[in-house]
């Protein structure tokens, strides 16, 4: 389990981590075209956060804005808007408005059922597959997070079916990560990060009354 002052800082909150993690992946693409169609399809996640929103002229410019934004201005791309003057932005972008009454489960969060759809999209093969498999084993790790016990795969399964209305499914030869797995890695990374300040002042304790 990854603990916030570890995580780097969300530069606008309400897209999320997985938002900011593709934005950086798509920084690090070479290829000119394949990091601006990288882009184009961050911006759709995006948008597919807050439909919502779509009636408002200035919709699809507010979003690559923030995309530039996300960027810290690094991302070069050839959008359908000019790039805006990182000097000129003179307060925060917009907040971003959600309505939570669609997040089906609260444990996995807005942002993953906003990725599921978008991999509704993908044509069947071979890299739809291996994404239904990195989605289901992102599934499973949350869940674990929230409930730290156990799940079957089936569970998720069909946690992801509900989520992608039926679109995804998993197939019963994949294998997702083994409960045990991730519950031991997440236990270690805890024990990782417990301040030594508290077992020392515990330690001072048991001395001052054995004393």
């Not at 999209?121 to 739809?128: I, M, S």
Request: glycine share 4%.
């Amino acid at each position: 389990m990854e603990y916030n002052s570890q995580r780097e800082k969300l530069i606008i909150p309400e897209y999320g981590r997985n938002v900011q993690k593709m934005v950086e992946y798509a920084i690090s693409i070479e290829d000119r075209e394949k990091r601006t169609k990288a882009a184009k399809y961050i911006v759709s996640v995006m948008a597919s956060m807050n439909p919502q929103n779509r009636d408002s002229s200035d919709y699809m410019q507010t979003l690559w804005d923030h995309l530039y934004i996300i960027s810290n201005f690094r991302l070069d791309v050839d959008g359908p808007y000019p790039k805006p003057e990182k000097d000129t932005l003179v307060r925060k972008p917009d907040k971003v408005l959600y309505s939570d009454k669609n997040i089906k489960f609260r444990h996995y969060g807005k942002n993953i059922e906003a990725i599921i759809k978008k991999a509704c999209d993908y044509e069947d093969g071979p890299e739809k597959e291996a994404l239904i498999h990195t989605i289901a084993n992102h599934l499973k790790k949350s869940y674990l997070n929230w409930n730290r016990e156990s799940v079957d795969d089936e569970v998720i399964a069909h946690h992801l079916n509900v989520l992608s209305d039926g679109k995804l499914i998993l197939s019963t030869e994949q294998k997702l990560t083994a409960t045990s797995d991730i519950l031991a890695r997440n236990k270690s990374r805890k024990k990782k990060f417990i301040p030594r300040s508290k077992d020392n002042n515990g330690k001072r304790k048991k001395r001052s009354q054995q004393g």
